[in-house]
């Protein structure tokens, strides 16, 4: 049940049944030659749809610009500072808690958004404290990264060893091939390719990385790769989520 | 173009010929009984894309969630507040700016938005001018209010007239119908409904906006009518866009 | 009653009586060769000075600094950021209100401030719902401009036809003239005036007018013009003042 | 040469000859039972104006609200968060180092004030030391204390002994009466009056000043005593400015 | 080095060999019923001294408050809003890269810093990126987090197995208990503890670890412990230091 | 008792007892060629934990860096914002205050400091009243100087006369002298030196007192001499903390 696609009455209706909502997150940031600006909001998006529809979640609409300061070396990318990252998941939260929310449930597509989130909902559980709503004790935050999925990890190593490297990753560009047949790019990749290690400025990014990866072959990605790895993480992912709204 | 699914080499290669972009702004609020949480926003989408088609210009991920904090007594609302939201366009344009691009097109699907996003763009200019970046003095940024076209609004006028109303219109609706056909809701509609006067708080809204809708009859929207509007909108913003393009 | 010229007992007793309270608002910004740095200052307090004796209405101290970013460039222009703007205006009505004020009437002299104005009282009654105040889902905020009432804007075309412009305009200018006709000054003005047209960035602002005027040509004003204006602005908006003080 | 009564170019051609400005500063507070909520600015504003008179400079538009969130306990008291006020300080000070102004005579007529003024002018030469102004290093703020002036206390002493006190202060009262004689106040005042101790939460403050005086008998002022108080401040705090601009 | 006890001269000397820095971070938060409140920031200053020996590396004061929101439940416990903390990091490292150090090493005692520790380098990053500070670029940071060095885990685990837990642990309580045996405390522990799961607020935090303990038994520590943990702890991050300052 | 040494079991204990705590607060900056960069800090911890020893208060960990922007101009020196400075304040005091504290004595070894730390009491009193706290509207602050004790001030001037100064003085220095003996530099000092006068910005700063001193002669300072100091300001202090916890 997708939250776009619903009227407020729904939306109430819903409430009576659950308190919990799923919020795909991603990222606007370069993905190396072939890799999409999207990727990471493409996957978290479609996945998330995926898990809505075997839980029967309602799932909101996707943040698509999260927190990647340091691809903003390469034109294209856009990103929230963390301290507005924090608002703007507090100002998220505290909207949906007034609703009647409690369980929120985000599938993120994007390592860098996981540190920040972290931060986001301590700010948050903090900021609900102090306001007079009935159910915020009640609210509970996880993050569940599908590219993180055991089942998923499995797959990308059997099919890319290390090739799957860890930006532009051959999995997440397999699943975008798969959700967008039509956005398929071909571009020369290097074969040295850096293998990664530590972040820290844009600029020492860029220079480390030239051409956006990071330890990977997006080369050995296909469609089909891309339908193995959704239909792996949106059945973990539903089993986590269905896990989360347990209470115990 | 869209930038998500473009690569940051195919970025790059845009802004040797381009400097503009098409950033879609929306919101996730209450539409009264029978519209989309979702409207501003798929409205906001759909016709930025075919603004980018007619115009050849990037188009960047919607901004679906905005300033709703009107509407935030109706479950499922999802509201920045205007200070969060005046960072969170600093934070794009920022970077956007540092990519290259310096004519920004906000292709938006709600009132609510238009007050915080002129306040935004000042105090991005302001901060633009702190930062040694060699493009920032040809910064501009502009709204185009899809509703506000001169053609769309003398579509709804002659299709709804007075019960076109100012929440909830039936030319909003209308258009997500056209677009989301298999998201066409029913519900009843009383006859009565408050004509549109001021808004103050969300409770304040609630109070006097029962179900949701400002002085509007959503019931006589139609798939049809939303095509019409579809077309109209992308040819007069795309028109303004080229526009705002050309120095002067 | 002006407020700060009463003491704290006097505005205990007029809490009794009305909740409403009218606060001036202006800029501090450039106003072309012949323009007052403190135009709409000047206008806002004078107005609202009269309208609180109209309807014995409570009249807090002008906020004499607005959103003028864009005239910045130009010297002695003070301005406040837009995200600033909003914590003052949340910091005044916050306070009123703890105090008992309700009903927020802000004559406005600055066509810069509406956008930030708007954002700040969305902003404020967000806020006020997280406090625990009796009287705060009551809260009502208006923006009152006195260069938009409609009798004012009849005047100004009557007497300036196209060159009332749309910054130093000949009636802002009229209107200081009859109150400080001891500050009426003289300076060549240029024949060729750029006609308003959007506003970027205060460098971009400053290239496009040069002498800070937007199509208007004050040199026609007057001060029996200026009491013309004030005149109509004080009866108008004393009419729009008791509206929003009455139910309904 | 009062700013808001001058243009743009008076403004450009003054820093041609001094780049030292006065910006008066009070506060919107309680002042007990017969002082005036404005006493604070009012004095501020009166006194810099003359200081302006005599030294030649450059008068700012006063700060009517600053920082009295002790006296919100008060109705019609109005007060800045400190945290807003920096803001608000650094804003006017960036803009005005921006138009060429490095010396900045804060004229304050509330004790409140004072301790963040002194934050606030440290965040603002930090901040400008980011920013690339050729004049950012001279900056240099000074506050003078008209109420602090040796004379004006030696004056205090004489007249009203202990009764002075710390808070509506029969010296403030005086010089209101001295400049807004028709607005002089009686009220009956209670012989008792909480001297003047710690400051802590505005409920505190209520609670151990119940009609807002400390240790203070406004009764003992007159306008003629205001006069001379305005004398002394103006004749003091004329020698401190030109002190203050005087290298070394 | 201890950076509060040398002279700015020093500094400037250091600053000729090294660029490097180690900043000690822990937290004051409850850890059971009988851990030290300051347990985190006790350890990572003894360790971080310990490794400013071996290293030769100058040792920044110790932040002893940081991210522990989850736990203010419990009396004592205080704590950093994470967006809070992350202006705190920024402040320093802006501070310190001003001085000319680029290195960063933080080692830090408490796992709830590491998201907002993450999050506060890359918003200082980017902020730095805006300065024009030669060395901006150069700018590294990096946690080192003792109790999760391998060697210090691998001691854990084979003396407490299962009862080390993830608060309130055997293995920091013996650290904390050999560096300060004088406050060695005693209290009843409770058999069963609840086994660590998720973190959500503060209030969910204290209903499922009453005591404060997750899955621990603090019991088992010793003060003989204490200094294996320390010596395996400074030997390991000595060498992490110092090969986060070769380059590559 | 020092609360990083105590458990949250014995802070519950306690606050049966008693509502005050101590915080230590000072810095971390220069402090000529002879001072510790952090002789505040150091000086303001050991003496709040004589006077907790004395008046058996509970004791914060120290605030080991603070409001030092204007001495950023020479290497080590670490500051806060005051804007930041004022957050970590309330962070502090909010946590406390929800687990009973409500009177807050800051043992401050700054004079920097303390304006930030006035304009953060009143930001926290009036944050404090927004939440539902029912000990709120009992807070206090209050800040002692150590170096402004009476006793205090009276040695210096008898040891030292006018060499005292203003910064890096021979009582601060003697006083970390007696606590650090292993840390008693050695450094030429030039005879003349500056007289202290107004503070600006940083790089004002650095050019009037090249060494850092402001008029002082630390050469004069002895251990001895420390001890008389630390036992005087313990003395007083402690009388003062007393004092202050007496209601009235």
């Given at each position: 049940m997708l939250l776009h696609l619903s009227t407020w009455q729904e939306v109430e209706a819903y409430l009576k049944q659950s308190q919990g909502i799923i919020i795909p997150i991603g990222s606007t940031e370069q993905h190396g030659p072939t890799g999409l600006m999207g990727t990471d909001a493409i996957c978290a998006e479609a996945i998330a749809s995926g898990v809505g529809k075997v839980t029967e979640a309602m799932v909101a609409p996707t943040i698509n610009v999260g927190m990647a300061l340091h691809h903003t070396g390469f034109p294209g990318t856009i990103s929230l500072r963390p301290s507005t990252m924090i608002l703007v998941i507090l100002d998220y939260l505290t909207c949906l808690v007034r609703s009647g929310f409690t369980q929120f449930f985000l599938i993120n597509g994007h390592g860098g958004n996981i540190a920040t989130l972290k931060?986001?909902?301590?700010?948050?559980?903090?900021?609900?404290?102090n306001l007079n709503l009935p159910n915020a004790s009640q609210v509970k935050c996880q993050?569940?990264?599908?590219?993180?999925?055991?089942?998923?990890?499995?797959?990308?190593?059997?099919?890319?060893?290390?090739?799957e490297g860890s930006h532009a990753t051959p999995s997440e560009v397999a699943l975008t091939?798969?959700?967008?047949p039509e956005a398929i790019k071909q571009a020369p990749l290097s074969e040295n390719v850096a293998s990664s290690s530590s972040i820290y400025s844009a600029a020492d990014f860029?220079?480390?990385?030239?051409?956006g990866r990071m330890g990977s072959n997006p080369?050995?990605?296909?469609?089909?790769?891309?339908?193995?790895?959704?239909?792996?993480?949106?059945q973990e992912l539903s089993k986590s989520y269905q896990e989360f709204l347990t209470p115990g």
């Open positions: 931060s986001a909902f301590s700010e948050t559980y903090y900021h609900l404290a993050v569940g990264n599908w590219f993180m999925c055991r089942s998923v990890y499995q797959l990308a190593q059997e099919l890319y060893g290390s090739q091939q798969y959700l967008y860029r220079a480390r990385y030239p051409d080369a050995l990605a296909t469609p089909e790769h891309g339908k193995q790895f959704y239909d792996l993480a949106v």
